[in-house]
């Protein structure tokens, strides 16, 4: 059976998760050592203390994500990450830094080390390097990959695969994320935020509601058009007189329907995108994916659409796993 990878944003998503049948929720710190660094998320060290026992109790795991990358001479916070993470009660560290995946192994080699998606791994010889020289069990892939591909890469690995299945896209090699920070100053991957909300502003001008990044307009909704939160990846530009979606157009990652795919291509884990969502949203999806993984099992048909209200821009994509490009 496939393993539900959901995740927590704040104690309460954490709960709700639990309780809508995740065997497993992923969280970070309140710090710049996890990718989801925005104020009101994230967990203090009691609050993982009592998340992790509230889901052991309810036969579920925790994972903490400390997949940013230490700017050199300053590793203390990811280490004492690490530290915190074994001793308030983690199942397993997701980790990117091959420093801070060592630390973690030499430190706390009875704590099970997984290889975040920002490492980018996505060949064989990659995810054989991390299993052999540092223990990693598992390793998220790349939201690049196509379902053939990854069913080649679980015939040669020695580690379990973990693929996401819901949730927000990246348009760039995960790990090599840097475009918010040309107009922010702010890296996602040391900082930990992609577009930090200190830095987006919403203003209405006559009939249009324009978003900006880094005092630079990312986007103009007309009135009554649904306003996403404004990212450079998705943002509308003008260029040759016309105005598009020039890298992405929002959409949202639901593969419900592959399941049995991922499954017979040796995928272990299925995550869940989407720690900056409220408990609400974690709630419908993990319901939604505990239901289709029942189905799978018991082999009844999956039903397809069941998440299309809550994907962004109310579209669905499965994104690279059936890609028909090369």
């Given at each position: 059976m496939m393993e539900l990878v959901c995740p927590a944003g704040t104690p309460a998503a954490l709960r709700a998760a639990v309780d809508a049948g995740a065997d497993t929720v992923y969280l970070g710190f309140r710090?710049?050592?996890?990718?989801?660094?925005?104020?009101?998320?994230?967990?203090?060290?009691?609050?993982?203390?009592?998340?992790?026992?509230?889901?052991?109790?309810?036969?579920?795991?925790?994972?903490?994500?400390?997949?940013?990358?230490?700017?050199?001479?300053?590793?203390?916070?990811?280490?004492?990450?690490?530290?915190?993470?074994?001793?308030?009660?983690?199942?397993?560290?997701?980790?990117?830094?091959?420093?801070?995946?060592?630390?973690?192994?030499?430190?706390?080699?009875?704590?099970?080390?997984?290889?975040?998606?920002?490492?980018?791994?996505?060949?064989?010889?990659?995810?054989?390097?991390?299993?052999?020289?540092?223990?990693?069990?598992?390793?998220?892939?790349?939201?690049?990959?196509?379902?053939?591909?990854?069913?080649?890469?679980?015939?040669?690995?020695?580690?379990?695969?973990?693929?996401?299945?819901?949730?927000?896209?990246?348009?760039?090699?995960?790990?090599?994320?840097?475009?918010?920070?040309?107009?922010?100053?702010?890296?996602?991957?040391?900082?930990?935020?992609?577009?930090?909300?200190?830095?987006?502003?919403?203003?209405?001008?006559?009939?249009?509601?324009?978003?900006?990044?880094?005092?630079?307009?990312?986007?103009?909704?007309?009135?009554?058009?649904?306003?996403?939160?404004?990212?450079?990846?998705k943002g509308r530009f003008k260029t040759a007189d016309k105005t598009s979606y020039l890298f992405e157009e929002p959409t949202s990652l639901s593969v419900l329907h592959i399941l049995p795919e991922l499954e017979?291509?040796?995928?272990?884990?299925?995550?869940?995108?989407?720690?900056?969502?409220?408990?609400?949203?974690?709630?419908?999806?993990?319901?939604?994916?505990?239901?289709?993984?029942?189905?799978?099992?018991h082999g009844r048909p999956v039903s397809a659409g069941a998440l299309i209200a809550v994907t962004e821009g109310g579209r669905e994509t499965t994104g690279a796993y059936r890609r028909s490009w090369n």
């Amino acid at each position: 059976m496939m393993e539900l990878v959901c995740p927590a944003g704040t104690p309460a998503a954490l709960r709700a998760a639990v309780d809508a049948g995740a065997d497993t929720v992923y969280l970070g710190f309140r710090d710049e050592t996890n990718a989801r660094n925005f104020p009101g998320l994230n967990f203090s060290r009691e609050e993982l203390k009592e998340g992790a026992a509230y889901a052991h109790r309810h036969g579920a795991s925790v994972y903490v994500a400390i997949n940013t990358y230490p700017r050199a001479g300053n590793q203390g916070p990811w280490h004492r990450a690490v530290d915190d993470a074994a001793k308030y009660g983690a199942d397993a560290v997701i980790l990117a830094d091959m420093g801070v995946i060592d630390y973690a192994r030499r430190n706390h080699p009875e704590l099970r080390r997984h290889l975040s998606v920002q490492a980018s791994a996505s060949t064989p010889e990659a995810i054989n390097f991390y299993a052999r020289t540092f223990g990693v069990k598992r390793v998220v892939l790349p939201r690049v990959l196509t379902l053939p591909e990854i069913a080649e890469i679980n015939r040669k690995v020695e580690v379990e695969t973990e693929v996401f299945v819901f949730g927000g896209l990246c348009v760039m090699a995960e790990g090599r994320c840097a475009l918010s920070s040309y107009v922010t100053g702010i890296s996602p991957n040391k900082e930990g935020v992609c577009s930090p909300a200190s830095h987006v502003s919403y203003k209405e001008e006559g009939d249009e509601l324009v978003t900006r990044l880094g005092g630079k307009t990312i986007n103009r909704f007309a009135d009554g058009e649904p306003a996403g939160y404004p990212t450079l990846c998705k943002g509308r530009f003008k260029t040759a007189d016309k105005t598009s979606y020039l890298f992405e157009e929002p959409t949202s990652l639901s593969v419900l329907h592959i399941l049995p795919e991922l499954e017979q291509a040796g995928v272990k884990g299925l995550k869940i995108e989407g720690r900056q969502r409220g408990r609400a949203y974690v709630a419908e999806v993990v319901k939604a994916f505990r239901k289709a993984l029942d189905d799978v099992a018991h082999g009844r048909p999956v039903s397809a659409g069941a998440l299309i209200a809550v994907t962004e821009g109310g579209r669905e994509t499965t994104g690279a796993y059936r890609r028909s490009w090369n």
